[in-house]
């Protein structure tokens, strides 16, 4: 089967990823990165996980692209300007190529937000993607709605997820799980370089999960600067996601709407909404994920004996290459099961503060949503 | 209200389209373009319709846009490159920046999918605008739906509009409008520079339609080069819309599935392959919209008899500056009108070959569509 899209990478049998002691030469099994614009044969990928550029600028005196340790580019006789990466992680990344001072998008891949803006990324087939990949099973439908916000004054665009088969069971009601981007990333992302839907559809024709809901929708975590985030109020996303956003889904959609039944999750600051906002509305939710964004304490939780009753899972996350932030999350997971909570937890094998991180986070939890029935 | 995205334009009155005949300095009201990424300043519209753009390109030698008759752009001393525009018509256009001999998008603007590639576009305020604004009025959804073709052996992309209310009144059926993109476009457009989606939510808001649904998919136009379009074969494409995609969204949506209540229709080689299969097909088509697309002569039409029996409309349409297509559509349109068919024919003022021309056509076609009940 030929694979169209996004989140596909269906092409690269990947020999494993060396690492950072692959020999000088890069590998020279290269093939067109799958995140490409439809027909470009550039940015290209090896077995090895290097990227290698070409950019067409005749008249350019510098070319480079924003990965670190990036070999200089070279300049053809055609004009066009050659460079390549060392081995990436396994995955997504963003990047940047700078034309003689100028940060501009490669104009060969697709575009994703991400750092704040529209802009190039590049998919390092993963030895473990085919959980994430397109295939022929029945396949849920990502809708762009869109909901007047009040407090906002605002028209507000949500993506949701409904499961096969929702448009035509007409009498099912299924679980949602609200599930949030990261700092200067917007509600396309869990359904684009996030691969989301094709998750859940991958593990729905698994019977794997139970089937669900997912919304997504912008957290509001743009307005702030990055170095600024301790000032973050959660409020004003707060309002829209509990008295906004959540009524709206619930009267549109064919939802189960008690507590029970509805679930957050985030990444990185994504994560941190979904703890402040899971811990101040326990009625509301009774499933909570953090994916690379912190970890929940006993200490963080008031009152314990409450938690346990209505809590029905705590799920956090980290690739294993944010070595900081895995530690304490394992610890605080460990520290909760002790006491009496449901908690899970979960590292991604030679990964960072990237999406295959999120993608496996999300493929571990969503079989554990949704299963407590008492 | 604040207006967050696309097809907003809600923020420049302007005073009026003025033409080539302008003043040689550009009146200072610059604003930022509503095409822009969230919090990009440039580029800038003013009211004369020229486009301001500004790149920050510090060792460059030379920038400029592809807009024709634009000014050389000139360096300032922090390093970004200031340019701008002769005035543009209204509406939708597709750009590159050329930084040093290298095509680039413009980092500071959204990207659509036109010209066979993800790129640039800039949107300047329409007099008319208010047809596609997105307001607080009920709002349809936009659902990415895939389906496998046998054909092509390869999961395939559409996009479903549906009015509002299809999730809720699960027992009402509705027509569906197959509409179609142009050359290097794809089943994005629609959705995005075309603001179907708002066109149709407005319409339905003042009842000035009949609600639909709208399915837009990738025409398979993108795989022969532009000058070689005589060649295209229909028969890949026909396959695949008639006898896959079709029962699929007649499977898996509630629509009305007879002919009255099936239309096609599209923009430039969307309308050629519009023209292809509908008189091929005159039994699963009963309205037919060909926007800058050709048009339909009754010699075009084998059996005139059976045509007008079966058919419920044929709408034309050109930009007033497509002028060899605007005159000879009109012609057409009139001959097809006095050989007794219900033919409609529009001519969007003061546009060209280009989005505004096809936005105001679907906005005039759509209170035309699945009237007639006998």
């Given at each position: 089967m030929k694979a169209l899209f996004?989140?596909?990478?269906?092409?690269l049998p990947l020999a494993?990823?060396?690492?950072?002691?692959?020999?000088?030469t890069p590998a020279d099994d290269w093939k067109p990165a799958?995140?490409?614009?439809?027909?470009?044969?550039?940015p290209q990928v090896n077995s090895e996980g290097r990227v290698k550029f070409r950019i067409?600028?005749?008249?350019?005196?510098n070319v480079s692209v924003?990965?670190?340790?990036s070999s200089p580019f070279t300049q053809g006789e055609d004009g066009a300007w050659i460079g390549y990466t060392r081995p990436l992680d396994e995955g997504f990344h963003y990047y940047t190529i700078t034309i003689d001072g100028a940060e501009v998008p490669d104009p060969n891949s697709r575009f994703f937000f991400g750092a704040n803006r529209w802009g190039s990324g590049v998919e390092i087939p993963a030895h473990d993607q085919d959980f994430y990949a397109l295939k022929n099973v029945p396949h849920g439908r990502l809708r762009e709605v869109l909901f007047y916000s009040p407090s906002t004054d605002s028209v507000r665009r949500a993506f949701v997820y409904t499961p096969p088969g929702y448009d035509q069971d007409v009498d099912q009601r299924y679980p949602v799980l609200y599930l949030q981007h990261g700092w200067?990333?917007?509600?396309y992302s869990w359904g684009a370089q996030g691969c989301a839907h094709l998750i859940l559809d991958n593990l729905i024709a698994a019977h794997a999960t139970r089937p669900f809901l997912l919304v997504m929708t912008?957290?509001?975590?743009?307005?702030?600067e990055f170095g600024r985030l301790?000032?973050?109020?959660i409020g004003p996303f707060e309002t829209v996601l509990l008295r906004e956003l959540i009524p709206f889904i619930d009267a549109t959609f064919r939802?189960?709407?008690d507590q029970r039944h509805r679930a957050m999750a985030g990444l990185s600051m994504g994560g941190m909404e979904t703890k402040l906002i899971t811990l101040r509305n326990p009625d509301t939710f009774s499933h909570i994920g953090l994916f690379s964004g912190g970890s929940i304490r006993p200490?963080?939780?008031?009152?314990m004996t409450a938690f346990r009753e209505k809590n029905r899972l705590v799920f956090v996350s980290y690739g294993s290459r944010e070595e900081r932030g895995a530690a304490s999350g394992k610890v605080a997971a460990e520290a909760l099961k002790q006491a009496g909570v449901n908690s899970h937890y979960y590292e991604s094998p030679?990964?960072?503060?990237e999406w295959l991180s999120w993608r496996r986070s999300l493929y571990q939890m969503a079989p554990l949503l949704f299963t407590q029935e008492r």
């Open positions: 996004s989140c596909l990478c269906l092409a494993g990823h060396l690492g950072l002691a692959q020999s000088p799958t995140s490409n614009q439809p027909g470009k044969l550039y067409v600028a005749p008249e350019a005196r924003s990965f670190r340790d200067g990333e917007n509600e912008y957290g509001m975590t743009n307005e702030i301790r000032e973050f109020d939802t189960r709407s200490e963080d939780i008031a009152d030679l990964t960072a503060h």
